[in-house]
């Protein structure tokens, strides 16, 4: 079925794709993009690589003609993508072009925040960076230096910074967006839905999405999948206070009062426990306290939930009985962005419960068992031990959280407990957006001695920054190799494609100068990225030069479900799956999840949600000319009742002010809409940029960032809830 997708129904999920398209296929008449050298190159070739507009790694083939980057498409070999680019990967054309393009070493000129720069050389500018790190490390030792990334092509700088000793390396993905639902996954299965998540959509009988918004949330392959799974009927149930692109799929939608899916996820397990329609089988064999959890969840019945979530107990047992319906090939879907409202931990762990009582969980149509190849690590020295620890989590304070916290790197260089955090390398995450509460985040950046941005594009934290160092774009780089945990594993190659325009180098070429001027030559024993490559890939039994030519290898098909010989195993303390939570229990913790009510706005706000777009990925893709082609600003959703009470229409500007003030710093047009509720607004993120090296995207929409003053922190692992502040609205004179 998957290759039978046809584009126009992918593009018909998307609801924007076909503009990224016929955008990428007139990038040749934009001469003024054209940031190039101008290579004397002739004719057309083919480069095969993997794409970095986001986080999914779907394998491509870029066309270069007469030396000039033309267009990227979907590899026909890749599993992941099925041979088909999201539009944002079609639109990658535009980041090499990009005229906003961060192209020489910067160092600051001025003080922090004022955006004034002197161009430097590298070799000024890493001798600046490696001089500063000797100062903190004689001062406070290497721990007072922290690392923030995104993606594969922070693992040299990684690499670098551990050699010379640091222990404090954050991803902002796991307590700002996908970590409480790993930890939520991982305290119910042992394990978590990892990245790409393991959700068999493509052979899904009934999908529930709870606020996922696929098809404006593009993850390429789930995409696909969720049109696989429309295409051929699947039952769709959506909960979601706006009407998404997912939802306007649905079978059935239920329009979800903001911050009480709990409610919903206790009343639907209600349901399937009391009329007996969850798998008895599949529990009795792997679920472990199943009698104690039942008892728990009695008094949550669709009758006691729907004052919190508006959804009638009619509609919450029909769903339920249509998910047991088609069980175990019912999906409730995981998300991915999950740091909502702070009790998000337990509230993806409901989700994790539900889907153990559909027994979907290593079922066919639920949760397959991921496998990846076995590709051995590059034989590097062992790091230096510390005896400081991390800084992030002082005492355990949020006891399961899993990887490290960067709001907790962020305290740690605030209050200088538990010890001073004075250096910062920032790599490819653009903190000022990611982070919630920006004042925070530049009290903490007032008290470093060192912030290093390692960027393509000189975002807000680029801004802030005192040594800006110019990264290659990922058409122009090779990076680690893409060792993917999939249904169908495989191994790929990135590899430039075309010379980056400037005086850009690529992260590896960074991580390892600074490491020789820091003394730290022994832990790069070699020379060019190409050596390190053909080291790993031989050690798999592969070589560099088949990947260079065929971008990825396949490593079969191993058996993916219980059904097809998976032997089902849990990493759990009872080793099975934990409907009760003892560690829970002894840490204080609620062990079968219950819900709270989200405290209310002041009288008269609206709730302020975020969400994704099909064509830009996070704060980074807004200078790309294509994709601003596609879209250049975003719009605040407003429903229809409240904005005619308003007195506001579709397209007219207002500005948005938080509970505590904090007014946008631009105007964002309206968006006059009966498909969302009275009681919220929803804003697209990543715009409203406030960076003057961005120049097409300066002033264009709003910030839903700039307004997330308060969060509530999720107390098992430290998970950050965004969505709990509230605005009203401003109209522009
Ligand atoms: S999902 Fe889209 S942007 Fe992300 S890697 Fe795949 S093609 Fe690129």
Known sequence: MSNQLSRRRFLRITGAGAGVAAAAGTLGSLPLLRAGRGPAEKGIRTVPTFCDICFWKCNAIATVRDGVLWKIEGNPDDPLSSGRLCPRGTGGVGAHFDPDRLRRPLLRASVRGEERWTEVTWDEALSHVAEKLRQIEKEHGPEAVALFSHGIGGTFLKHTLKAYGITNAAAPSFAQCRGPRDVGFELTFGEGVGSPERTDIRNARCLVLLGSHLGENMHNTQVQEFAEAVGSGATIIVAD??????????????????GTDLALLLAWMNVLVREGLYDKDYVSAHGFGFEAFAAEITPFTPEWAWPET????????????????????????????????????????????????????????????????????????????????????????????????????????????????????????????????????????????????????????????????????????????????????????????????????????????LALKLGLEAYYPWKTIEEYLDHRLKGAGLSLAHLQRRGLVRGGKPPVYYEEGV???????????????????????????????????????????????????????????????????????????????????????????????????????????????????????????????????????????????????????????????????????
């Not at 009407?243 to 799929?249: C, G, L, P, Q, T």
């Not at 047992?317 to 337990?346: I, S």
């Open 567 to 733: 032997v089902p195993s849990f990493a759990t303390p009872s080793k099975k799956i934990e409907f009760y939570s003892v560690p829970l229990k002894e840490a204080g913790f609620d062990p079968v999840p219950r819900y709270s009510r989200p405290e209310p706005g002041p009288p008269g706000s609206l709730r302020l949600l975020f969400g994704r777009a099909p064509v830009h990925s996070f704060s980074r893709t807004q200078t790309n000319p294509v994709l601003a082609q596609a879209m250049d600003e975003n719009e605040v959703w407003v429903n229809a009742d409240v904005a005619r009470r308003a007195g506001l229409r579709t397209g007219d500007r207002v500005r948005l002010r938080n509970q505590d003030g904090v007014r946008s710093d631009f105007a964002v047009k309206v968006r006059a809409t009966e498909a969302i509720r009275p009681d919220c607004v929803y804003l697209v993120h990543g715009f409203g940029h406030t960076s003057r090296m961005l120049r097409r995207a300066f002033g264009r929409g709003a910030s839903d960032a700039r307004l997330v003053t308060r969060y509530r922190t999720d107390p098992l692992m430290g998970g950050t809830g965004m969505n709990v502040n509230f605005v009203t609205l401003e109209p522009e004179a």
């Open 241 to 258: 206070p706006r009407f998404s692109v997912a939802a306007s799929k649905a079978k059935h939608y239920l329009p979800i009062r903001p």
């Open 310 to 513: 508006g959804i009638e107990p009619d509609v919450v047992r029909e769903t339920a009985r249509e998910m047991a319906r088609y069980r175990p090939a019912t999906l409730v879907h995981p998300g991915r962005h999950a740091t909502w409202y702070g009790d998000d931990t337990q509230r993806s762990r409901a989700i994790a419960l539900l889907n153990a009582l559909l027994g979907s969980w290593g079922r066919k149509g639920g949760f397959y068992q991921p496998a990846a190849m076995d590709v051995p690590a590059y034989p590097y020295p062992p790091y230096p031990k510390s005896e400081k620890g991390k800084a992030d989590n002082p005492g355990r304070k949020y006891p399961f959280a899993s990887e490290a916290i960067s709001t907790g790197i962020r305290e740690a260089t605030i209050t200088g407990q538990p010890y001073p955090v004075k250096g910062w390398f920032v790599y490819a995450t653009n903190l000022m957006q990611a982070l919630p509460n920006e004042a925070e985040t530049i009290r903490a950046i007032q008290n470093l001695d060192l912030l290093v941005v390692v960027d393509v594009i000189g975002s807000e934290i680029a801004g802030w920054a005192d040594v800006v160092l110019p990264e290659t774009t990922y058409l122009e780089r090779y990076d680690d190799l893409n060792v993917e945990l999939f249904r169908e594993p495989f191994v790929a190659l990135r590899q430039p494609v075309v010379e980056a325009p400037f005086d850009q180098k690529p992260n590896w070429w960074i991580a390892r100068e």
